[in-house]
């Protein structure tokens, strides 16, 4: 169900309006405050005013278009937290190309999947991972390279690849085209229950969508000061966080990562009053001595109000999104009292359905299949990249987006989460389907068979757990088929992705049509 052209008459939320237009519009209306404030672990703090970030995105736009990147085509932007990263982004989507924000703990057999699949011309990297990409992203016309990683100097030598600085041209011939708010704007690879990611493209008016109605969620306004350090190359720190910042004239403070010791002084210094956080970053902080003149009105996260976060004194309001959703589907309130642990209403942009197998309605305290239902292009995602079969099936019958999440209906309209599908882990905030880790681990010799499960974790929610069946005749090798799984997994899947325990068994509980109860498999590790 692809974006398609609204019917003659109907005139949509962002018509006449893109991305361009929303940057240029607060470069003239705030010109001089402060939209993007460089905080990293190790030298200069820098501040971006609206008038002169524009500027620079037009130069780095024009300059792209010198380097022959044209309207339609894709570029990977292959980095972590930094202003660079923003530039990019911006520029890519003026000219009119579709940004492709890749994650940089991805692995070398990922990252030559998202170059092939979306078939990109360019890259922009960091020293870090210009050598990963220029050996595994084979089809690019050229890689451009920032000084620094995240703030750090790169310990050695100039690295594959033109400077990043070298693209700039004058910001005067920055590219012009038509406004068309449902023209491609970017793309976010995302784990779903396939082995392969699938790509998530996103219109222009998916990006303002989300900057607009993250904005009204987060009640944010144009005094606040956003501090951001989860991954810009997700939807959470892209529109959670910059986009719904831009869209009220706020300021944005980005820090190259998240960082317990330095999330306090970093907010003190800055005066930020809001932060998008994950239960991983509250209980880092709990070690920390929570400073009383912290000037934090509201928080983000995962559930609404968790007793043992209260210590903050700050605020938290729930959630529930994804990459496809844009912004919240559920949502907690901000001027009134949440159920903890919930993560909040329905929102009122969309339509939610909780539902059984048979897609009768779940009843009040039950627990049944998340649906959510808004319009592609516009207040869903536009389609997933190449691969129509999985646009379609992502659908049910009457256009419910199926999200593969469950979650228990609470009273008085309250939504509480239930658990994922039985093959997706969220491991430190990050999604991985199960079966991709399964089919590196079912190629490595001596496997006969492989089941990955969650098991729970006190920072990270969940670490990834293999049983394995070994061949006959390697039972007496485990040692030597342990060190050989982990080396595979090393190789082909990103760090987060790699297996915390590998467990030997003879056999695994099965439950219809020999399939592995994975669920009998959880209650072992317990």
């Not at 100097?153 to 050695?156: G, I, L, T, V, Y």
């Not at 989300?210 to 904005?215: D, E, L, P, R, S």
């Given at each position: 169900m692809p974006a398609s052209q609204p019917a003659p008459g109907i005139v949509g939320p962002f018509a006449g309006l893109d991305v361009p237009w929303l940057l240029r519009m607060r470069a003239e209306s705030r010109r001089n405050h402060p939209f993007l404030i460089w905080a990293p672990l190790e030298g200069p703090a820098r501040k971006w005013s609206y008038g002169e970030f524009h500027e620079r995105v037009g130069a780095l736009a024009a300059g792209l278009v010198k380097r022959g990147v044209k309207p339609g085509e894709y570029v990977l932007i292959h980095l972590d937290n930094c202003i660079e990263a923003m530039l990019a982004w911006f520029a890519c989507v003026e000219l009119g190309a579709i940004a492709v924000t890749t994650n940089t703990r991805s692995a070398a057999a990922e990252m030559e999947y998202f170059a092939g699949h979306c078939g990109a011309v360019a890259a922009i990297t960091q020293p870090a991972y210009a050598e990963l990409i220029s050996a595994h992203c084979r089809?690019?016309?050229?890689?451009?390279?920032?000084?620094h990683d995240a703030g750090s100097?790169?310990?050695?030598g100039a690295p594959r690849g033109d400077s990043f600085e070298s693209l700039f041209a004058d910001s005067a011939d920055r590219p012009r085209r038509a406004t068309d708010p449902l023209a491609s704007c970017s793309v976010q690879y995302t784990s779903g229950t396939t082995s392969r990611p699938k790509a998530v493209l996103w219109t222009h008016a998916n990006a303002l969508w989300?900057?607009?109605?993250?904005?009204a969620h987060e009640d944010l306004h144009a005094g606040d000061v956003h501090q951001t350090y989860l991954p810009l190359f997700h939807t959470n720190a892209l529109a959670y966080s910059m986009l719904a910042t831009l869209?009220?004239?706020?300021?944005?403070?980005?820090?190259p990562r998240f960082s317990a010791s330095r999330f306090w002084s970093v907010a003190l210094e800055y005066d930020c009053t809001w932060t998008s956080t994950i239960p991983f970053c509250m209980k880092a902080l709990l070690e920390h001595e929570i400073p009383k003149s912290h000037k934090f009105r509201l928080w983000g996260t995962a559930v609404s109000e968790p007793p043992p976060f209260a210590a903050f004194g700050v605020k938290t309001i729930g959630w529930w999104g994804m990459t496809e959703t844009i912004t919240h589907g559920i949502v907690g309130e901000v001027d009134q009292p949440n159920i903890p642990m919930s993560i909040g209403r329905a929102a009122p942009e969309y339509q939610i359905r909780i539902v059984e197998d048979d897609g009768t309605p779940t009843g009040v305290g039950g627990t049944g299949n998340l649906l959510i239902k808004g319009i592609p292009g516009l207040s869903l995602f536009s389609e997933y990249l190449h691969n129509e079969k999985a646009t379609r099936e992502s659908f049910d019958e009457h256009?419910?987006?199926i999200t593969g999440d469950r979650v228990t209906l609470l009273e008085d309209g309250f939504i509480k989460f239930g658990d994922r599908t039985k093959d997706m882990l969220k491991v430190g905030g990050e999604n991985v389907a199960a079966s991709e880790i399964e089919q590196v681990i079912a190629v490595v010799p001596g496997v006969r068979e492989a089941a990955v499960v969650a098991k729970k974790h006190p920072m990270l929610d969940e670490v990834?757990?293999?049983?394995?069946?070994?061949h006959a005749g390697v039972k007496g090798a485990p040692a030597d088929l342990h060190d050989m799984v982990m080396a595979a997994c090393r190789r082909s899947l990103a760090d987060f992705?790699?297996?915390r325990e590998i467990h030997f068994v003879d056999d695994m509980p099965r439950s219809t049509l020999e399939k592995v109860a994975k669920a009998e498999l959880r209650k072992m590790l317990e």
């Open positions: 089809g690019l016309r050229w890689i451009a390279v920032i000084s100097r790169p310990a050695q989300g900057a607009k109605i993250n904005a869209w009220v004239g706020a300021s944005c403070v980005i820090q256009g419910y987006f990834p757990v293999v049983f394995i069946i070994p992705k790699v297996p």
